[in-house]
């Protein structure tokens, strides 16, 4: 069984710019939601993705987007990148949203922005 | 709302010596809570989860956690540390209803040999 998976590991962008995040679930999950993990802090819920459909989101702005495609993987886009956007971003799957679901993590990407 | 607070940012224990990692949280209700461990370029591995029931709880590694309402706590042990579990942990916190968990900023644990 394939754990969760991200790409890339890391990445380097300039303000301004637009980033795509990839995730692949578990197989089995049809659930992904996304944290933002800045450096020294817990991380952050950005959003929730459900059988393709956005399931909540937490206090980010619109230029965080996402998708989830048919797999059950996950795409993060963030555009007009600015300087705090730096920062670990973790992919979590589960096999179903409800809060009794473990989310399994991945191992994240390394977001720098300069 | 609800929040998780971990006193200690850093925490360092000789190996072989017992740990004790400090969860505070912040909710009305009956929280569903989490500890989850992080190695250095790995993601967040499952420790323990409460969510009812038995207020001491099992976990992986040899951790246990018991959940104390009146002092809004869940509190992570082990008796004896390894030096491999140097490495940082976070609690979490998630509500009734809800599909995010919310973390507190993590305690860093190092070991000395």
């Known amino acids: 069984e394939t754990g969760v998976t991200q790409s890339p590991t890391h990445l380097i962008k300039t303000r301004g710019q637009q980033v795509t995040l990839r995730c692949s679930s578990q197989?089995?999950?049809?659930?992904v939601s996304w944290y933002q993990q800045a450096l020294g802090q817990g991380p952050q819920f950005i959003f929730q993705?459900?059988?393709?459909?956005?399931?909540g989101r937490g206090n980010f702005p619109p230029r965080f987007s996402g998708l989830q495609f048919p797999n059950y993987s996950s795409e993060l886009n963030v555009n007009a990148l600015e300087l705090d956007d730096s920062a670990l971003y973790l992919c979590?799957?589960?096999?179903?949203?409800?809060?009794?679901?473990?989310?399994?993590f991945g191992p994240g990407t390394r977001l720098t922005v300069l | 709302a609800q929040s998780v607070t971990q006193p200690d940012i850093h925490i360092t224990v000789s190996e072989g010596a017992s740990l004790e990692l400090r969860c505070n949280y912040s909710?009305?209700?009956?929280?569903?809570l989490f500890w989850y461990v992080q190695s250095p370029g790995q993601g967040l591995q499952l420790l323990l989860k409460?969510?009812?029931?038995?207020?001491l709880v099992q976990g992986i590694k040899g951790f246990e956690a018991e959940f104390k309402r009146s002092q809004s706590s869940f509190n992570l042990r082990k008796p004896s540390v390894h030096w491999s579990d140097a490495a940082e942990y976070f609690c979490?916190?998630?509500?009734?209803?809800?599909?995010?968990?919310?973390f507190g900023t993590g305690t860093r644990l190092k070991v000395l040999a």
């Open positions: 197989s089995g999950h049809n659930t």
């Open positions: 979490a916190v998630g509500t009734s209803g809800t599909y995010k968990y919310i």
């Open positions: 909710y009305g209700a009956t929280p569903y």
């Open positions: 409460y969510f009812s029931g038995d207020t």
């Open positions: 979590a799957s589960s096999p179903g949203p409800s809060e009794y679901n473990e989310q399994f």
């Open positions: 993705y459900y059988r393709e459909e956005e399931n």
